[in-house]
């Protein structure tokens, strides 16, 4: 890589980093800004008025919320597209983009597709075959073309053959032309074959929709679609946490804080990724709840602490 396109790839990959930081910062930021008004005693005053803690932290969960929300928008937007643009730039994908190769398909009926290469562009393919498959995963027929393109559901294969298993043996009848009708969409095959990092959510549970109506593994598909919602969702919970904890160390100073936050962050990072995400990933939790667990364990603990916490 040349000087210029390092540069840029780090520059593409702040994004992917602004998520991973973003809920220890909201802790840290909301231990800071609640810690700094008890050293100068103001939560003293607002309580010395009859203003309750809960009045105090609306305002802090409410913002942490809202931060929560553009992180996730942010997420499947701005980092899915720096990480596509960052994967181009190191030559990962060497195809362009709305193009694929060696795409290997299985569709919701009984068949099978094989194309060497596909363009979305210009709806174009090279090299397709179709296999029709009976119920005990054996090929029954096939059909190749050297080329083809597409129109709605409506694929035109030219120069190919059509083979059709019969009474033991293969039937093979060629043809030039030769329309066949295909409900799966071509832009499902594209985006399959991609790095699921650089698709949307939108793109992504399409996919998984898809996969599930054809009897595909999805559980590696489902960890990281929850995963995209759930690490910004920790924005939150790491706001309900860290409110009640300036009452018990505010008045200790930043360092506190700032070593209260790592703590925090290390277990939070090593539950929610390094144990309950790779069981679902394993297949030994449910994806959903491997990757929501972490969160509701520490909102517990920070709502558990924000009821305790002397009003």
């Known amino acids: 890589m040349s000087l210029l396109s390092s540069l840029k790839s780090l520059l593409l990959q702040v994004p992917g980093y602004i998520i991973q930081i973003a809920p220890p910062s909201m802790l840290f930021a ?12 103001e939560i003293t005053a607002m309580k010395a008025c009859g203003i309750s803690l809960y009045r105090v932290f609306i305002p802090v969960f409410l913002t942490s919320l809202l931060i929560t929300f553009l992180m996730i928008a942010f997420n499947d937007q701005v980092v899915t597209w720096a990480t596509g643009k960052d994967i181009d730039i190191k030559g990962l994908n060497p195809q362009t983009p709305g193009t694929a190769s060696k795409v290997v398909f299985i569709s919701s009926g009984s068949h099978v597709f094989y194309i060497d290469y596909i363009s979305l562009h210009d709806r174009s393919m090279n090299n397709v ?8 995963n054996s090929v029954k027929s096939d059909v190749f073309a050297k080329e083809a393109s597409w129109s709605g559901e409506v694929w035109s294969l030219k120069n190919g053959v059509t083979r059709i298993f019969s009474e033991g043996r293969w039937i093979e009848t060629s043809f030039k032309h030769k329309d066949v009708v295909v409900s799966e969409n071509p832009e499902i095959m594209v985006k399959g074959s991609q790095s699921q990092q650089r698709m949307t959510l939108f793109e992504l549970s ?9 009897g595909q593994v999805i559980r590696k598909d489902l960890v990281s679609f929850h995963s995209r919602i759930s690490f910004p969702f920790a924005c939150f919970v790491m706001a309900v946490l860290g409110a009640p904890l300036f009452v018990m160390f505010g008045k200790s100073g930043m360092a506190v804080g700032f070593l209260l936050t790592m703590f925090i962050t290390f277990i939070y990072w090593g539950i929610a ?5 790779a069981l679902g990933n394993n297949g030994k939790l449910p994806p959903m709840l491997s990757c929501w667990t972490a969160n509701l364990i520490f909102m517990a603990i920070g709502a558990a602490f924000v009821y305790k916490v002397k009003k």
């Open 30 to 41: 909301t231990f800071f800004s609640l810690g700094r008004m008890a050293q100068n005693n």
């Open 129 to 136: 075959t179709i296999y029709e498959m009976n119920e005990d």
């Open 273 to 277: 990724i390094a144990i309950f995400e």
């Open 206 to 214: 399409k996919l998984i929709g898809y996969k599930k109506k054809t």
